[in-house]
């Protein structure tokens, strides 16, 4: 429930059920489904072996395991780094669920009741501006993360992880049966299901196969700790596959509710995380009870972002309280005060700092690459994360657990069920997954 809860990230419901339908629904499932056992499913396991075996925080796992096959320290580096995106991934998301916190607020309030979308839009172009009424948001939303965290393990992550994970798919049950007696089910299902096969290139195939990676919360530290926590006797191939076809659940029917409400308000869904806030608010109103619709559906947004900065937190909070020798509590303020500080930096980068750009370049000789021309604060924290060290972080661990940690040690803490998954998951963990890793990072850097 833990781990389900870390892929339940904003973009399942915010950009998944317009990619997917845009770019040939059904048949870019399948694509989708493809990649995430190529993919997926092989670096998921990875993930958790090497917190199975190495029993503790990614950078002191990989430190140990080193040390038993006498392999470079500097290992250790490959998790420091994943904790230092995962830390980067809550500064921007912190932002988004504050916005989802006012929004919670002021959909239940009745704010957008008979307005026009265009008017929502100027108003949330207002709100961002504000930088005290989006700090307060923005606070309110860490300060609960830090609560929750500083929590003792079984009372904090994994009571929230149990309650929330059936209570999302609880809500998006009831908000399927909501969507199937809507005017844009119908259009809806077409959009997300019907398989296209005529619109499949090379860059829907790069969609797809980043889709999978994202979606799994992998190269961020996330899985190596619960791969720690897992217990001795489960089976690290089956605990992942039930991983992937829970995520794939939830995402498919979130698009289809979502898109159904859409497509009924009589507009074309479409991809921007602002989509949500600029456009939504309106469109609900339309309905019987919309400002009810509009506030399940931020409640859900803020769900989502908590327990998957909650799971993102985790190792470094681990990493801190080992290298500080201090309680769980102190780790966890320590951290906390550090993502709300940077997190600053995004927040200010929709208004004070809305017209500054930044610029991250690689030199060699007299040339260079740009990988971020002008872009703005947020933006700048998202792609060095997520684009950058996410996917070289997944590449090198996927490497350590293939090469380094010998076979039969692997194949004695996988429990697989029989030993041709385990050969089939060591070609694929070996040869398949760390080019499909090279190709996302190439990709994400614009090469």
């Not at 969507?179 to 090379?202: C, E, I, K």
Request: proline letters at 2%; glycine letters at 8%; charged letters at 10%.
């Amino acid at each position: 429930m833990v781990a389900v809860a870390a892929t339940l990230s904003l973009n399942d419901f915010l950009t998944f059920p317009v990619l997917v339908g845009q770019n040939g629904g059904g048949a870019f499932l399948l694509l989708y489904l493809l990649f995430l056992f190529g993919l997926g499913l092989p670096l998921l396991s990875a993930e958790l072996l090497l917190g199975r075996l190495g029993q503790g925080d990614p950078s002191r796992a990989f430190e140990h395991l080193a040390a038993q096959q006498q392999a470079s320290v500097y290992w250790k580096l490959t998790g420091f780094v994943s904790m230092l995106a995962a830390v980067m991934i809550v500064a921007s998301f912190s932002v988004i669920a504050g916005w989802s916190i006012a929004y919670f607020f002021k959909s239940m309030l009745g704010v957008y009741n008979a307005i026009s979308v265009d008017a929502v839009s100027s108003l949330f172009d207002e709100f961002v501006a504000d930088v005290e009424r989006v700090m307060l948001w923005y606070t309110l939303f860490v300060v609960l993360l830090v609560g929750i965290s500083a929590q003792a393990l079984e009372k904090g992550l994994e009571k929230t992880a149990l309650l929330v994970v059936p209570g999302l798919f609880v809500l998006l049950i009831v908000s399927l049966v909501l969507a199937v007696n809507s005017s844009g089910f119908g259009q809806s299902v077409n959009f997300l299901l019907y398989a296209d096969f005529s619109v499949l290139d090379s860059s829907t195939g790069l969609l797809a196969l980043e889709r999978a990676f994202y979606t799994l919360a992998l190269g961020v530290g996330v899985m190596v700790m619960f791969g720690r926590y897992l217990p001795a006797n489960l089976s690290i191939g089956y605990s992942a596959a039930l991983v992937i076809a829970l995520d794939l659940l939830f995402s498919v029917l979130a698009g289809l509710a979502i898109n159904a409400l859409v497509y009924s308000a009589g507009v074309t869904p479409s991809i921007d995380n602002q989509f949500a806030f600029r456009v939504l608010p309106g469109l609900l109103d339309q309905f019987e009870y919309g400002e009810w619709y509009g506030a399940l559906f931020y409640l859900v947004l803020t769900v989502a972002a908590l327990t998957t900065s909650l799971a993102l937190i985790e190792a470094p909070v681990c990493y801190l309280q080992r290298k500080l020798n201090c309680s769980r509590q102190k780790s966890v303020i320590f951290l906390g005060l550090g993502i709300w500080l940077f997190g600053l930096g995004a927040v200010f980068s929709f208004s004070l700092w809305s017209g500054e750009g930044f610029t991250v370049a690689i030199f060699y000789g007299d040339k260079a690459i740009r990988l971020v021309n002008n872009a703005g604060f947020y933006d700048v924290i998202v792609f060095l994360s997520s684009h950058l060290i996410q996917p070289l972080a997944a590449f090198f661990l996927c490497i350590f657990v293939a090469w380094v940690i010998p076979r039969k040690q692997s194949y004695k803490a996988l429990k697989l069920s029989s030993r041709f998954w385990f050969e089939a998951w060591n070609y694929l963990a070996r040869y398949i997954t760390p080019i499909l890793l090279l190709v996302v990072f190439l990709n994400s850097i614009g090469m």
